[in-house]
Structure formats: C-alpha cells, structure tokens
C-alpha cells in the first residue's frame, strides 16, 4: 500500500489550504489515520489524529484552526488548514496505523510554506 500526499504549497499568513493524502488500495482494520509534521531542525510531531470510530484529536498548536477528515470509501484522509501560520512551515506527512498497530503507513510528505 502506497500514500499519496497532495495539497502543500505557498501560501500567506491567514491563509487556508487542504492536504488530502490517498492509499492505492483499500486498508483493512484500520486503528487511526493521522498527519505529522516536521519542520526544519525539528522533531516531527503530530498534528492530528482520526479513529476508526472518528474520535479526533489535535495538537494544541492547531486546535481551532485545523480539522482532520476522512473518506473511508476513498481510503483518503484530509486536513483542513485555516488562519495558517509562520510556524506552520513544515513537511506535512500523513500516517495509517493497522491492525493494532501491526502494520503502519506513511506518505511521501508534503510542504507547507506559510510567509508572505
């Protein structure tokens, strides 16, 4: 299975943007889908995290501002970037973790550059 991360870009502070990452084929018993980030001379952290039963979870960083989303019948999760931020500037990467966590996806990443 392969991660198809599209969305990232250029764009100026208070701007939006939505990331969309796609799987090449269905992914069964699926524990959460989520986004990381990584920014440049730091650690990657988490962003957002969605359930099998669509529980949700954010980092305080982007609480408010962003909403994580999923399409089960296109096996696509996406992020919905509002009121973006300098330091939201980061690769952007998203993450399928499977069978109790036996078996664990991730995209290629996609940038994210918030300046004006």
């Known amino acids: 299975v392969q991660l198809q991360a599209s969305g990232g870009g250029l764009v100026q502070p208070g701007g939006s943007l939505r990331l969309s990452c796609a799987a090449s084929r269905s992914i069964f018993s699926i524990n959460y889908m989520a986004w990381y980030r990584q920014a440049p001379g730091k650690q990657r952290e988490l962003v957002a995290r969605?359930?099998?039963?669509?529980?949700?979870n954010y980092a305080d960083s982007v609480k408010g501002r962003f909403t994580i989303s999923r399409d089960n019948a296109k096996n696509t999760v996406f992020l919905q970037m509002n009121s973006l931020k300098p330091e939201d500037t980061a690769v952007y990467y998203c993450n399928v973790v499977a069978r109790l966590g036996t078996t664990n996806y991730w995209g290629q990443g996609t940038l994210v550059t918030v300046s004006s």
């Open positions: 969605i359930t099998s039963d669509d529980s949700t």
